[in-house]
């Protein structure tokens, strides 16, 4: 039995209180196993966002990549969602999304090993050393270790992931069923 479609993307755009019906609500199942009974409402809606860019969604992204990083918290394994609420929050190149993206990568060994680690500098490499160098945040320290080590990457490289990754998704998000 499939689930049925959520609300297209222009229902959740023009009311941000909508945004709730998304929020990652954490339980465990039958047998103790950690569930997000959300997990799948917000999946279709990044796929959706993916597969139709829509301007000025940016709060709405970095919503979701909040509900994804606290649904990676509470369970193990990489889910391609979180990846996909990254990518659309990088691709804004708001320099202070570098901390959302920064916890998505940091919640778990698996985020760490799924997330692609450019996304980081999506708003440009000098630029966000530089704002992380500057910054009192409580992380700073350990990003700016990260960073250093990244010392090779450019912007062209950072674009090329983006523009890989949204390609990706795109390619196997838009391929019927069975092909």
Known sequence: M???????????????ERWE???????H???????DIRWEDRQQVLEALILTPEPGIGDFARYLLVQETERHRHSWGFGHSIELA??????????????LLWNAIC???DTWCGLPHRLLLAAGAARTVEYVS?????????LLGH???????????VARTLTERRRHYSRILGEPAGE
Not at 147 to 157: F, P, S, V, Y
């Open 2 to 16: 499939s689930r049925p479609a959520v609300p297209d993307l222009a229902w959740w755009c023009e009311d941000p």
């Open 147 to 157: 960073l250093g080590q990244m010392n090779e990457t450019d912007d062209d490289e």
């Open 134 to 142: 500057s910054s009192k945040h409580p992380q700073r320290d350990n």
């Open 86 to 99: 990254a990518l659309i929050v990088a691709e804004e190149r708001r320099i202070e999304d570098v901390w």
């Open 21 to 27: 019906l998304l929020e990652f609500d954490g339980q």
């Open 29 to 35: 199942d039958d047998d103790g196993l950690p569930v």
């Open 107 to 109: 919640r778990s060994f």
